[in-house]
């Protein structure tokens, strides 16, 4: 059977959802489920791993279609609700879906696209009355998803995870964050990524506790259910907190105290999906009283490492290996890395996915020969913890023959008065191979380049000192929150025009 519903049904009294201002307990999302799947089978026995696209807002609906699909034996891929129609059109094209399922207000976008490739489509609602039919017992190492990467630096890839790779991501963080069923989230990450998936939906059924979804993320809604005393574990992304301590730090001062009060009685909250400046992570220690818990994972392995629930969290540092997991770091010879030395990250584990979706190619050079993925992340362990220096094909630049971390230098220059947020790049240049280069989000005044750059030298080497600026309102980002540095460069490339 599937190990999640199987897991969530050892709570089938228990509030699982909060959705609309309304409450489902996990026996009605299963029930809801079952019919769902009756109704996707449409007279067949098993989907046999037919890929189910479906755009459906985060909420009852969105686990219900899920559910259903794994049930049908179907492989559920998820699309961003929020994605234009190209985009949507590639994910459906590449996954060579089979089923489209949509929420009312997506059905006319994705009509078009259901005719052109002749794909079934259903709208939400329409299962309301579907007889329900005997399920198969399916086997746990099925497929059972497909994530399509961010493509911040090329074109999506699906990643496909079996039943196994869910169950293993999902226990594993549940024991390493002390999960339990009197827990309360607050779901405010979109559910077409891992982050909100596993973390968030996923860990919460598991554990028989209650997941609330906030459709639409605003900081005074947040704020609002923060109030409210029920929530005690919270997930976000770097720029979330951002928003959050900006509009905190914009309440009259007893707002301000009562939200501190709330938040200090939440159990956990967790940082990830993107680095976590330094100043973020302080700031938000003295507004809510807590050491955001960072970690580090990707869609192909779900998380890895993680700092301690119970234990020191170290600024800067996305912590020690999960139970389970194994990594290592290594050279560009893939021998490990000295002691103190960066490499690329590598992991094995059952959490680690099982191939891209036909792309033979791409899944053979993403491993080595014995079966260790390469996430082509660079890292460092200091005092056991690893601390994440970059990606190894955006964020380790090469100038002038030095290998340069760009997540080192965006960490000194958010430290600058005048600058809010920053990302550093590499342009290609024929004397230095690649020029540094930095796009400045300035928090309202202009900044001098000559006093930045005498500045940056009492903390930087001179190799490492950006030698080209952009100005602008704000970075590009996905849907995530992380910079697409693809976007940065082409601005760069516009401004030399």
Not at 71 to 81: E, R, S, Y
Not at 202 to 219: D, M, T, Y
Not at 326 to 332: G, I, K, Y
């Amino acid at each position: 059977m599937i190990p999640l519903v199987n897991q969530a049904m050892r709570f089938p009294d228990a509030i699982g959802i909060i959705s609309g201002e309304r409450s489902y307990r996990i026996s009605e999302v299963f029930d809801c489920s079952v019919r769902m799947a009756s109704f996707l089978l449409n007279g067949r026995s098993d989907l046999q791993e037919d890929r189910v696209a479906f755009m459906v807002d985060p909420g009852f609906d969105y686990v219900k279609t899920q559910w259903g699909i794994w049930l049908a034996g179907g492989i559920a891929t998820p699309l961003c609700i929020s994605y234009p129609t190209a985009s949507l059109k590639y994910i459906i094209e590449d996954a060579g879906a089979k089923i489209i399922v949509a929420s009312p207000q997506y059905a006319r976008q994705l009509a078009g696209l259901s005719d052109e490739y002749g794909i079934r489509l259903i709208t939400i609602g329409e299962e309301a009355d579907a007889a329900i039919i005997p399920l198969l017992e399916l086997s746990s190492d099925r497929n059972a998803m497909i994530l399509y990467t961010s493509g911040t630096t090329n074109m999506p890839k699906g990643v496909v995870s079996s039943h196994e790779n869910i169950k293993a991501q999902v226990s594993t963080l549940c024991s390493a964050w002390a999960w339990r069923s009197q827990d309360h989230i607050l779901c405010v990450l979109p559910l077409h990524h891992i982050h909100g998936i596993i973390n968030v939906v996923s860990c919460a059924l598991w554990s028989g506790a209650v997941c609330e979804f906030l459709p639409k993320f605003s900081e005074k809604d947040a704020f609002e259910q923060f109030r409210k005393g029920r929530i005690n574990v919270f997930m976000a992304v770097p720029t979330i907190y951002y928003k959050l301590i900006a509009y905190w730090e914009t309440l009259p001062a007893e707002e301000q105290v009562e939200l501190t009060q709330r938040m200090k009685q939440f159990r956990l909250m967790v940082s990830g999906s993107a680095a976590l400046p330094v100043r973020t992570m302080a700031r938000w220690q003295e507004i809510s009283g807590h050491t955001l818990l960072e970690r580090y994972g990707m869609t192909e392995i779900g998380m890895a490492i993680s700092n301690p629930y119970n234990g020191k969290r170290r600024p800067g540092y996305v912590g020690l290996p999960l139970p389970g997991v194994q990594v290592r770091l290594v050279d560009e010879q893939y021998n490990d890395a000295p002691p103190g030395e960066p490499g690329e990250i590598l992991v094995k584990g059952k959490n680690v996915f099982s191939q891209y979706w036909n792309r033979q190619e791409s899944t053979a050079l993403a491993f080595t020969p014995d079966g260790w993925f390469k996430t082509g992340d660079i890292a460092v362990v200091e005092s056991d913890y690893y601390r994440i220096i970059g990606r190894n094909s955006v964020d380790i630049l090469k100038s002038g023959g030095y290998k340069i971390s760009a997540l080192e230098i965006e960490e000194v220059l958010r430290d600058h008065e005048h600058i809010s947020d920053c990302a550093v790049v590499g342009i290609e240049d024929e004397e230095w191979g690649e020029l540094v280069a930095a796009a400045l989000v300035l928090n309202g005044s202009d900044i001098d380049l000559a006093s930045l750059k005498e500045w940056l030298l009492t903390r930087l080497a001179n190799y490492k000192i950006p030698r080209k600026y952009l100005a602008l309102k704000e970075l590009p980002r996905n849907a995530m929150g992380k910079v697409t540095k693809k976007s940065v460069k082409e601005l760069f490339a516009l401004e030399q025009k």
